[in-house]
């Protein structure tokens, strides 16, 4: 691994926990839309992710705030909704030794996400990590596309003046973040929190990813 100079993290549910983007999305909007249609919150909550599974989150509408705003013709805007939970936002325990432990070693540190420009910016701003980053892109904001393509993973190399081979990611998702990186040639991990997935590039915690990285090198 010695080739290897740069290490991307995934955000959502990678670095940072669940809890705030649930509670703009199954908590906030279903709120505001339970409100308008004078229904309850239960039932407004499964209209409301019945659309989401509509369009599906190998779409850009899906990670939308804006659209989904315009949709449910809500009277909130992106940025106010974010302020409500931004309570929310954490990290999980074992992300900041893990990320100064591969910073100290010398290692560029970036992050890659599907998330929009305002939930990423929010998240590393509230988390106070930004530091620990040389590069944090918003796959959707920045590039236009989901992490469903190689597309994505190439453009950040380009940009970071490295192959493919140059990088390893690990990220929550298995599709985007294990399968699709892997097609380009990344070394990819794929971060299984629930313990129920084995394999030699899974791992279950940041901490567990940062041992295998140490001890491949």
Same mark, same amino acid.
């Given at each position: ?21 649930? %509670? ?19 039932? %407004? ?83 106070? !990590?930004?530091?620990?980053?040389? &590069?944090?892109?918003?796959?959707? &904001? ?43 040639? !990344? ?28 001890? &491949?090198?």
């Amino acid at each position: 691994m010695n080739t290897r100079r740069i290490i991307s993290f995934d955000l959502d549910g990678t670095i940072t926990d669940a809890a705030f983007v649930d %509670a703009v999305w199954l908590e906030g909007i279903p709120r505001i839309y339970a409100l308008k249609k004078g229904i309850s919150f239960e039932n %407004a909550r499964a209209d409301v992710k019945r659309q989401y599974d509509k369009v599906g989150r190998e779409r850009l509408d899906w990670y939308d705030l804006r659209y989904w705003i315009k949709k449910f013709e809500l009277d909130v805007s992106p940025k106010e909704l974010l302020n409500r939970y931004v309570n929310r936002i954490r990290t999980f325990p074992e992300v900041l030794a893990t990320l100064k432990k591969t910073q100290e070693k010398g290692l560029a540190q970036i992050i890659i996400s599907n998330a929009r420009r305002e939930f990423v910016d929010l998240e590393i701003e509230r988390t106070n !990590i930004g530091h620990y980053f040389e &590069s944090i892109f918003s796959s959707t &904001s920045d590039f236009g596309l989901v992490k469903k393509s190689v597309k994505v993973f190439r453009r950040v190399c380009s940009i970071c003046g490295i192959q493919p081979q140059e990088m390893v990611h690990v990220g929550d998702d298995r599709v985007f973040d294990y399968e699709v990186p892997r097609k380009l040639g !990344i070394c990819a991990f794929y971060l299984d929190r629930s313990d129920r997935c084995e394999g030699e590039n899974f791992v279950h915690s940041l901490e567990e990813f940062s041992e295998k990285l140490t001890s &491949s090198r």
